[in-house]
């Protein structure tokens, strides 16, 4: 069996058993990548010097037994954590020079465990989309296709980079981030697994931000089991991230095998939305008859203000973004166009330095900010993502976790949904509302749609209880048993 | 609520980002779009309710005053786009 | 108290002043980084990546500062809130990295409270505070060390700023004054804020407006950082008159932020009206509400170091001194400091009165201060007990005081080495006596036959012969006696 067949897990076991070893493992993936990434753009900025020397003292610490179950194991950095001395650039032009001094806590702690990087993966620009089209270095394509058609189609996103690079085969996991979505549909898109943790578990401290008060960074990888593992190093409290929590990290792969027996789960009656494509209808009922038959309770919930979340979150995310973006100004990092004056040299740079989604995102996010629109539009989302809030804590005093759909439909054609930015927000859907209520949210691999294209489920749960989410995540993968693969993989 | 091209152009300027006319024009039906969608949250009832503005539910942790960040000049400047001797340059400002 | 007007053309004109008092924080560190707080510094030295607004970079608050802007808002006799948020404050510019400022909006750390001020005539009055919030310092723009660019240290960026508002109680500018020195006055004993506005460590916006008496207050506009009290009292000045030229004309004053120009003694417009703000508040969504616990603030109260009313009403009580010279002790802790060490178990207003007089007089003469003075509080304290104990008489200490602001020596020292010591022998006094009698008999006549005026001129008579050492009581009482 080629090397790049292996899960996360079952490398791990081979590295330290000897069997492989790191430079074997990273080199068979920098081909794949050599191979696979002109193709698939997966990669802004591959990185294999820099990973053949970490497989290098990936190896030494395996010889001298300091080594962790990620030493060794080849992933792909989404290219908003700022990595020391790799440029990072957050799919954006205006920071296509940007060489960051520091590295971000979560890809220092995947570092410090061994982990080896192969390069900084492709994204929708500072993280904002759906399909990886906003991109500044060109869109991703995914590696599945529609059965007996070669269209191209989107990886989803915005860590489209990080889903298409471990669903080929180019990297065993990637980091991702997620903000209304991020982690969650762009694996459903590519036949992966990725969680958002609860808000408050991974820093972000060094992830270029997006919105504050959403981003959170989580893995992604090919089963539940190696997001577990990813998880158990990048989670954990960190002084330098006010809002990270001070919560005992547990190991989540021990909540692998606890079972669903006993465990309530939630079916949002509100996620039934009219027009929803009837295959995904179909995948979500047969997930709740999978988690029934392995003896969870099934339990008919109501979420009633999901139906705004996208709402309040096109308002919250851009709001937020319009802030966060204002430091790319020219001034002390990132590109600069000339001006006539500090103003000129300002607004030319930020327009020829922000694609057309950012800019739309940055124009209403100061629209819905600025005097006399504050009330009409923030103040009010903001009390409506309070009742978002609300509905999962009522819901949470019911049920142990709640099943829903990922995304509205399977992966869509390059230049498909792009006529206006609303239908594209709409792939958030299902995943948004989780977001704003900071809860963890999974998604899994369940199935394939009648045109051979994966489709995910999604499983939440409360706050810092990622391991039930496991638990039950780990459960529809064990009953979906899905084991198909893209056409484009390196093999 | 709907947004003028005149509006479109303010927002623009509050968010030093130039824009050209073509630009307005899509803008502005952009962003009517979007700001249509949202349009739906006036339906719900918010009375009382208190505005939800962070993502964790905690107190803000403090950190002992101490030294311990700077002296990294050279760092800090490294990615300047322009610079004179140590200190960051950008167009004469007339004041 | 006299109500300070202006006489326009059309009547007379009364002023409506508020301040807005920047204060920067004392501490080691930045509000939300690591770095050094400190004035000064290498260009871009005193920088984290958080100052610097890098991408990823995340602020994480400074226990210290919090702290004193409660100790401050103590000190202010204010409202503490034990709940307040962080919001940001978006503008572009050069030296603000993050193209916004970390600051508080709606729910500040401090609320109301009232600052008491002391007026030329001796009349108190009440400035009331509108609130105190924390926020961060700005870097600094160079306009003039590149003939084509302006040049940027970010050194102050995210230096800890409280900014303490008024209400628009104030009326005159001395009023203004006044506040102003007393709010210094509060930080500095606080050791809040060095208050020192040369460095920028403490400046003032000015709001200001004129109205006719009895009418509700009219535009006002906002002068921006005024950087000495003097300024500020100009400044106003400056700009009601101003202010009242435009009403007078029948024009209309328009809401605007203006610059004081110290050199032409006249305030000027400062943004053009395209650049219209648009701050775009919004509660800062990287930092969590600040919460504090009442017995924290407690603590903090129960180890404030006594405020300069207290300590002025104390000094009239303890010490029995007049309300005008307490005043002048507690001017700053040092001087209290400094009176209270002279005054302890010593008679306190001879103490006041040595202080006050030659020794504020010394130091003014010799360019010293309390600090650098020749003259330690001991030192004085030392001369006080030799007057008290009847060592020296009081002509004799103000020549001994002089030789210890030239010297520095302590005064038994100089009494000892000059022999300074007061004469109470009554058999020396007795002697002295006949011998100035003897050698003035006509004097003598002249005072038998009535010129009483002429006592004095023997006692001096005795005094000289003595070289001031003599008791004066003594000396009195032996010359009445051998007088007849």
Not at chain 1, 129 to 136: L, M
Not at chain 2, 28 to 51: D, F, K, M, R
Not at chain 2, 61 to 74: F, K, N, T
Not at chain 3, 243 to 266: A, C, F, H, M
Request: aromatic residues 8%; proline residues 5%.
């Amino acid at each position: 069996m080629s090397l790049l067949n292996l899960t996360l897990a079952q490398a791990s076991k081979a590295l330290h058993a000897g069997e492989v070893s790191a430079t074997e493992l990273t080199t068979a993936y920098i081909k794949a990548v050599e191979e696979l990434n002109p193709r698939l753009n997966a990669f802004i900025t591959p990185t294999p010097e820099l990973a053949l020397a970490q497989a290098r003292d990936a190896d030494a610490r395996l010889k001298s037994g300091t080594a962790t179950p990620l030493t060794g194991i080849p992933i792909a950095m989404k290219d908003l954590f700022c990595t020391a001395g790799v440029r990072t650039t957050a799919a954006s032009k205006i920071l296509s020079p940007f060489v960051p001094p520091y590295e971000s806590t979560v890809s220092a702690k995947l570092k410090a465990a061994g982990a080896v990087t192969l390069g900084k993966a492709n994204l929708d620009e500072f993280a904002m989309g759906s399909s990886n089209i906003t991109s500044a270095y060109g869109p991703v394509e995914n590696p599945w296709k529609r059965t007996g058609s070669d269209a191209k189609l989107v990886p989803g996103g915005s860590s489209g980079g990080s889903a298409a690079a471990v669903a080929a085969r180019l990297a065993l996991a990637a980091t991702g981030t997620d903000t209304g979505g991020s982690i969650r549909q762009p694996a459903a898109f590519t036949g992966i697994a990725g969680i958002k943790p609860t808000y408050g578990r991974c820093s972000r401290y060094g992830i270029v931000a997006f919105a504050s008060s959403l981003d959170q960074a989580g893995p992604m990888a090919r089963t539940v089991e190696d997001n577990a593992m990813l998880l158990n190093v990048m989670a954990g409290f960190d002084e330098k991230d006010s809002t990270s929590a001070n919560v005992a990290v547990p190991d989540f792969t021990q909540a692998l095998t606890r079972g669903v027996a006993g465990k309530r789960i939630g079916i949002p009656r509100e996620y039934r939305l009219d027009g929803t494509n009837p295959e995904i209808l179909a995948l979500w009922d047969q997930g709740i008859a999978w988690l029934r038959e392995a003896g969870a309770e099934v339990i008919d919930i109501s979420l009633p203000h999901t139906k705004y979340g996208l709402a309040v979150y096109y308002i919250v995310a851009p709001a937020e973004a319009s802030s966060n973006l204002a430091r790319y100004d020219g001034v002390r990092f990132g590109a600069r166009e000339d001006g006539h004056d500090l103003i000129d040299m300002y607004e030319r740079t930020r327009a020829a330095g922000f694609g057309p989604e950012v800019k739309r995102r940055i124009m209403i996010g100061t629209y819905v900010l600025s005097h006399g629109y504050y009330d009409a539009y923030y103040l009010k989302a903001q009390k409506v993502r309070a009742l978002i809030l609300r509905d999962f804590q009522q819901a949470f005093t019911q049920v142990d976790a709640i099943l829903t759909p990922t995304a509205p439909s399977a992966a869509f054609g390059l230049g498909e949904k792009m006529d206006d930015p609303v239908t594209m927000y709409l792939n958030d859907v299902f995943t948004v509302p989780a977001s704003l209520a900071g809860v963890p949210a999974m998604s899994v691999p369940a199935g394939l749609s009648s045109e051979g294209l994966p489709l995910g489920l999604q499983i939440i749960g409360r706050h810092f209880d990622e391991e039930t989410v496991f638990a039950v995540s780990a459960a529809i993968e064990k009953a979906a048993g899905f084991n198909a693969l893209p056409e484009l993989r390196a093999k | 609520m709907s947004l003028d091209a005149a509006t479109v152009r303010r927002i623009a300027r509050l968010a030093r980002i130039r824009v050209d006319d073509a630009e307005v024009e899509t803008l502005q039906s952009e962003l009517n779009a979007i700001l249509g969608y949202v349009e739906q949250l006036a339906e719900v009832n918010v009375e009382g309710i208190t505005p939800l503005s962070g993502g964790a539910q905690m107190a803000l942790r403090h950190r002992p005053d101490q030294l311990s960040d700077g002296g990294i000049a050279e760092q800090i400047l490294a990615n300047a786009p322009d610079r004179v001797g140590n200190f960051f340059a950008v167009p004469k400002v007339v004041e | 108290m006299a109500t300070y007007t202006l006489e326009g053309r059309t009547g007379t004109w009364e002023i409506v002043v508020g301040l807005e008092i920047h204060a920067q924080v004392i501490s080691e560190s930045k509000l939300f980084s690591g770095a050094s707080a400190t004035y000064g510094g290498a260009p871009n030295d005193h920088v984290s990546f958080v100052d610097a607004g890098f991408p990823g970079m995340l602020p994480v608050i400074n226990a210290e500062c919090v702290a004193q802007a409660v100790r401050t808002g103590l000190g202010l006799k204010a409202q503490i809130n034990l709940e307040s948020r962080f919001d940001r404050k978006n503008y572009f510019y050069a030296d603000l990295p993050n193209g916004y400022q970390i600051s508080q909006f709606q729910m500040p750390i401090v609320g109301t409270g009232t600052v008491e001020i002391e007026l030329q005539d001796g009349t108190i009055k009440h400035i009331g505070i509108t609130r105190l919030h924390l926020e961060q310092d700005a870097g600094k723009s160079m306009h003039d060390q590149h003939p084509a660019k302006s040049v940027i240290d970010l050194n102050r960026a995210g230096v800890a700023l409280m900014e303490i508002v008024s209400e628009p109680d104030i009326r005159s500018p001395e009023e203004a004054g006044a506040y102003l020195r007393k709010i210094r006055q509060i930080v500095r004993y606080l050791g809040t804020c060095d208050g020192n506005m040369e460095e920028g460590s403490m400046r003032a916006d000015v709001n200001v407006s004129v109205r006719k008496a009895g009418e509700p207050f009219r535009t006002r506009c906002e002068i921006k950082n005024v950087n000495s009290v003097r300024f500020v009292m100009h400044a106003i000045e400056a700009e009601a008159i101003r202010q009242i030229e435009v009403w007078e004309q029948g024009g209309e004053v328009v809401q605007e932020t203006r610059l004081y120009d110290p050199s032409k003694g006249e305030t000027r417009s400062m943004r053009s009206k395209e650049d219209a703000h648009d701050y775009r508040y919004f509660p800062e969504p990287d930092l969590l509400p600040l919460i504090i616990e009442q017995s924290w603030v407690d603590e903090l109260k129960a180890k404030l170091p006594e405020l300069p009313d207290e300590k002025r009403a104390r000094f009239c009580a303890e010490y029995g001194i007049p309300f005008y010279d307490a005043g002048v002790l507690v001017a700053d802790q040092t001087t209290a400091d400094f009176y209270e060490t002279v005054a302890k178990g010593r008679d306190g207003k001879l103490a006041a009165n040595w202080i006050t007089g030659d020794f504020f007089a010394a130091l003014n003469r010799t360019g010293a201060s309390i600090e650098t003075s020749p003259v330690s509080a001991a030192a004085l304290g030392q001369l006080l007990d030799l007057i008290a104990d009847k060592t020296i008489n009081g002509r004799i200490a103000k020549d001994v005081f002089e030789e210890m602001v030239e010297t520095g020596a302590m005064p038994a020292e100089i009494v000892e080495k000059k022999g300074l010591r007061q004469v109470t022998d009554t058999g020396a006094i007795d002697e002295a006596v006949t011998k100035v009698l003897a050698d003035n008999q006509d004097k003598v006549a002249e005072y038998k036959s009535g010129k009483d005026k002429l006592f004095g001129f023997f006692v001096g008579q005795v005094m000289k012969a003595m070289q001031g050492k003599g008791n004066p009581a003594l000396v009195n009482e032996a010359v009445k006696k051998q007088l007849g």
